[in-house]
């Protein structure tokens, strides 16, 4: 087991890992809107998800995967009349990859709009 940690994305707040490499996959922890320096973005679904995304990136590259490599993500939205508009986003972001996606509502951490947590394929 490999342990994925990277200052492009924020730290862990609490006991667990950005992410963990084992037997061929990587799981990354959920990401909200918290900046790598820890500051929770409060703002608009497109600034959150955007920010959230980026995060995601940062763990990738870290990894030495791109996006291409992720074989499932959640989707975890405060509120589904959200979804058509995280579609959207999240459509762009992936630039035509489409993992196996889940998509639940949920409260979230911070009053967060949007978390996306995603494993990864090993090259």
């Not at 924020?10 to 799981?27: D, E, K, R, W």
């Not at 998800?49 to 989707?75: M, P, S, W, Y």
Request: with cysteine; charged share 15%.
């Amino acid at each position: 087991m490999k342990i994925i940690n990277t200052p492009h994305a924020p730290a862990a707040i609490g006991p667990y890992s950005q992410g963990v490499a084992t037997n061929g996959l990587i799981f990354f922890s959920g990401q909200i809107a918290l900046t790598p320096e820890g500051n929770f973005l409060d703002s608009s679904l497109e600034a959150q998800a955007i920010q959230v995304f980026k995060n995601i990136d940062a763990l990738l590259e870290e990894a030495g995967v791109g996006k291409n490599n992720i074989v499932k993500a959640t989707v975890f939205l405060e509120d589904l009349a959200h979804f058509t508009a995280f579609n959207e986003l999240y459509a762009t972001w992936l630039d035509g990859h489409k993992p196996a996606r889940s998509c639940v509502q949920a409260t979230l951490p911070k009053g967060a709009k949007v978390e996306v947590e995603v494993v990864v394929a090993c090259p």
